[in-house]
């Protein structure tokens, strides 16, 4: 039993460009999450979903997309890379949205250059 | 939108000191929870409160939820250098239950 898998840890991109970050849980988990986390700094939620092929806008979800087309996966895609979106990006899952603990990943540090 | 503070936002303590941290709502809360992070690590879950004044302990961790339930608190009671880490609290943002919004954190360091 894995828990919730990201991918990958580490990544460096240069202004402009497109990533997707991975999030993966074997939980069989209908609620994940996106998170970032910047330096020093508390969690702030970009977007969640409550199930396959739902998804919903958090606090910060500017310069993001998502998409949830199973209940394993929740990719997160960065379509054009800026300076201000260098964070650690944090995705999570829980049973039941906020009633239940949530699970984080391993998170993937994103540097923008 | 819910938001939920904290403080303190830094607290440095020597080991076999006590330590508390508070969170705060301006509203009524369903529930909280409490979460660690060590330097460098993830958010893990410590503990969920969900009725008016419930107490719950874990080992040298005490939690606390208000009587309004606007209101939480978590000590530790002897800190170890095992404790060093930033404590979060975490709220409902909704009444549907979705999603829940994070406090700042407090940062612990522990002197050894």
């Known amino acids: 039993n894995a828990g919730v898998t990201q991918t990958p840890k580490f990544r460096i991109l240069k202004i402009g460009q497109s990533m997707t970050l991975q999030c993966a849980q074997d939980?069989?988990?209908?609620?994940m999450y996106w998170y970032r986390q910047d330096p020093g700094m508390g969690l702030k939620l970009i977007y969640y979903s409550v199930g396959a092929g739902i998804t919903d806008k958090g606090e910060v979800p500017n310069g993001y997309n998502v998409s949830r087309s199973t209940t394993e996966d929740f990719p997160l895609r960065l379509e054009l890379a800026a300076p201000s979106q260098t964070s650690v990006y944090f995705c999570?899952?829980?049973?039941?949205?906020?009633?239940?603990?949530?699970?984080f990943g391993q998170g993937t540090r994103l540097t923008v250059v | 939108g819910q938001q939920v503070m904290q403080i303190p936002q830094y607290q440095h303590v020597q080991e076999g000191e006590d330590f508390t941290t508070y969170c705060n709502s301006s509203t009524t809360l369903s529930n909280i929870q409490w979460y660690k992070q060590r330097p460098g690590g993830h958010p893990v879950f410590l503990i969920q409160?969900?009725?008016?004044?419930e107490v719950k302990k874990q080992k040298r961790l005490t939690f606390q939820f208000g009587e309004a339930k606007k209101n939480s608190s978590l000590h530790i009671t002897a800190t170890q250098t095992t404790d060093v880490g930033t404590y979060f609290c975490?709220?409902?943002?909704?009444?549907?239950?979705?999603?829940?919004?994070f406090g700042p954190g407090t940062r612990l360091s522990v002197l050894p």
């Open positions: 939980m069989n988990h209908n609620y």
């Open positions: 999570a899952s829980t049973v039941t949205g906020g009633y239940t603990e949530a699970f």
């Open positions: 409160l969900v009725k008016s004044g």
């Open positions: 975490a709220a409902l943002t909704d009444n549907y239950g979705q999603n829940f919004v």
